[in-house]
Every structure is written in C-alpha cells, then in structure tokens.
C-alpha cells in the first residue's frame, strides 16, 4: 500500500464531517459576531474551571474564577504544550495531556514526547503521572469517572501499512490500571476508531437516548422510552454528532455536531462553519438554541452554566452562558487563543 492511501484511511478514520436543515427555522441561531457579553445581577458561584490558553510561546493552563470573572496562569512548560485537558464526568478529578511537538513529516502526522499529568481540581496543582510516548495521534476519554484512557498510534517504521496501538488506562488517582498494545493492519482493518466523545447518549433518569442516523444527512433522534419508545426528530443536517450531554434535572439536552473534513469548502474561509450547539427543551421537545460558526464547540456544564469554545486558532474564545436567563455572562479572549480542551486548530490536510 503507497504512503498516499494510508493517509487517506487516516484521515477518514480521524476526523468528522458537517449544516442545519432549512426547515429548522424556530431555532434561534447564533453566531460568532453576534455573541454579546451581559452582566447579571446574581451569577451562580462556581470555584472554578480550567482551560487551555496560550503562554507565552506555548499552550499552558489557566483557571478562571466565575465568581470574579477573572482567570490567571495555572501551568506552563517551555518545552510542551497541551494536547488536551479533560475533566471526569463528575468534574472530580482531571487530567492533562502534554506533548514536545506535533505536526507533520511528510504525509504523516506526528506527535512527540506525550507526557500524562493529573490536575487537582482545588488547588489547580499539575502532578506528572507517566511518559505516554511519540507517534502519529494520540486519544484520550473518561470511561467511567475512576477510568481514564489514553491512546497512542505508532506507525510501524518497517512495514507501513501496519498501525500500532499502545492503550494505557489510570484511574481517577492516576495509578495505572491497565497496559495493553493492539496492532492492525491499516489495508484489511483500516485506521482504528476512536469513539471517546460519544458518552451521555441517555439522560440521567434514562428516560431519553439520543442517536444519530448517517447517510447523506445525518439526522438526529431521541427516543422516549416511557412512551413506547416514542421516536422525537430532533435536527436534520451535514454535520456529524460530535458530544452529548444532560442539564442536571434532565430537562435539557445539550449536543454539538462537527464537520471539520477536507470537503468543507469553508474549512480555510475567515469565517468557517464547521461546528453548532445545541440545547433541546425535552419540556417543550423542541430546539431553542443553536450556536453556529467556527472551531469545535468543546463545552461543559456546571448547573445553569454553558461553557464552551468557539473559534480556531488565535481566534478562538470561550462563552460563558446562562442557559436559564439565555444571557451571555462573560466571554474568555486570550491573546493566542484558548479553548476548553486546547487551542483549537484548523486539521492539516497539506501533502
């Protein structure tokens, strides 16, 4: 198999495709430009959340106080950068993927030297747990709330179309509980899978699941299974189901689609659409919200709290809002940009 049609099953194997259906036209849709900023006379007191920002020349962690709208410098290595922070599901416990460089070599992507810390969500303290090691990408999800994993694929420098996978599973502490290696071959089994955004598809009393069904269009259902498994059509669009999560009473579901392929023609536009947000009244069964535009749409919920990212690059922020009192409370620029997992960034699709 040449170097080119490998890449090409990388690249169908990493990243997602994405646009809403015109006849989803009782959704109020926001965009980027059109975000705005509003205080609120009582904002609900979370201690705080931590982010990826650039510093100095590379991306470190910051921790921001919502009760003083005010963030600070967590972490910062000269020699790395953040892959990704990532907090459990119940936002205990966190941990932080740190690599020396990623990239490019030729057609293949790299990453070098990825290192795993733990985080203390109450005094922000950065703890080196294990050198995961180099190779092409590397992955990570919370399985559970005590079971984080840690994905790492090497191309096997003598035979090209063989793929390596070192898998690594700690606990919420950090201690390693599992060490395993899979090896497939990229012409019979294609580039592996990883599915470790996709959680949270039923709500906290289980009453709802969501799915999606892809074919030209994805479209996006929920089932109510108190009701003879009652299916609700959500959205139709081009875009692919990327997270899902639950407001704390099941009232609300949150969901965010990604279309981030080479066949976005708006991909390298100023202003690509490459992902939307959105919150669905499970009350009423409809959409009442939809954030629309660029970059990831990374986000987390804290009570009546949405925070997520938007943008790429330099140009990419974090909102904070009020899904309750559909406010805007704050918006986090960093000089650089910053984001809730990592800086997002535009793929590399170059040869």
């Known amino acids: 198999m040449c170097k080119s049609s490998i890449l090409s099953l990388i690249l169908l194997g990493t990243f997602l495709s994405g646009c809403i259906s015109k006849n989803d036209r009782h959704v109020k849709k926001v965009t980027q430009k059109s975000l705005q900023t509003k205080d609120l006379n009582e904002i609900p007191i979370m201690k705080k959340v931590f982010f990826a920002g650039l510093i100095g020349k590379r991306s470190g962690l910051y921790k921001y106080e919502l009760s003083t709208k005010s963030y600070s410098e967590?972490?910062?290595?000269?020699?790395?950068?953040?892959?990704?922070?990532?907090?459990?599901?119940?936002?205990?416990?966190?941990?932080?993927?740190?690599?020396?460089?990623?990239?490019?070599?030729?057609?293949?992507?790299?990453?070098?030297?990825?290192?795993?810390?733990?985080?203390?969500?109450?005094?922000?303290?950065?703890?080196?747990?294990?050198?995961?090691?180099?190779?092409?990408?590397?992955?990570?999800?919370?399985?559970?709330?005590?079971?984080?994993?840690?994905?790492?694929?090497?191309?096997?420098?003598?035979?090209?179309k063989i793929l390596d996978q070192k898998i690594k599973t700690f606990s919420a502490l950090g201690e390693k509980v599992l060490d395993e290696k899979k090896t497939y071959n990229l012409s019979k089994d294609g580039y592996p899978q990883f599915n470790g955004n996709k959680n949270n598809l039923h709500s906290p009393n289980n009453r709802f699941s969501i799915s999606a069904v892809d074919s030209a269009w994805t479209h996006i259902y929920l089932t109510d299974h108190k009701n003879n498994d009652e299916q609700i059509r959500v959205t139709k669009l081009d875009q692919k189901l990327n997270y899902v999560s639950w407001s704390e009473d099941g009232i609300y579901l949150f969901f965010s689609t990604i279309d981030i392929s080479p066949g976005n023609e708006t991909l390298y536009d100023e202003s690509p659409a490459t992902s939307k947000l959105f919150i669905f009244s499970l009350m009423n069964r409809?959409?009442?919200?939809?954030?629309?535009?660029?970059?990831?749409?990374?986000?987390?919920?804290?009570?009546?709290?949405?925070?997520?990212?938007?943008?790429?690059?330099?140009?990419?922020?974090?909102?904070?809002?009020?899904?309750?009192?559909?406010?805007?409370?704050?918006?986090?620029?960093?000089?650089?940009?910053?984001?809730?997992?990592?800086?997002?960034?535009?793929?590399?699709y170059s040869a």
């Open 286 to 348: 409809n959409l009442i919200k939809t954030f629309e535009g660029a970059g990831i749409k990374n986000f987390m919920l804290e009570g009546d709290i949405l925070l997520f990212d938007d943008g790429f690059n330099d140009n990419s922020r974090i909102f904070i809002y009020n899904f309750q009192t559909d406010q805007m409370i704050d918006t986090i620029k960093i000089s650089g940009g910053c984001g809730l997992k990592n800086i997002p960034s535009i793929p590399d």
């Open 74 to 160: 967590c972490w910062h290595n000269d020699k790395e950068e953040v892959v990704e922070f990532s907090y459990s599901p119940d936002k205990k416990s966190a941990f932080l993927l740190t690599a020396h460089q990623s990239g490019k070599r030729g057609v293949f992507p790299f990453i070098s030297n990825v290192k795993l810390y733990s985080v203390r969500i109450d005094s922000g303290a950065v703890k080196f747990i294990e050198n995961i090691g180099t190779g092409l990408q590397v992955y990570s999800g919370w399985e559970t709330n005590n079971s984080f994993k840690v994905v790492l694929n090497i191309i096997d420098v003598t035979v090209a």
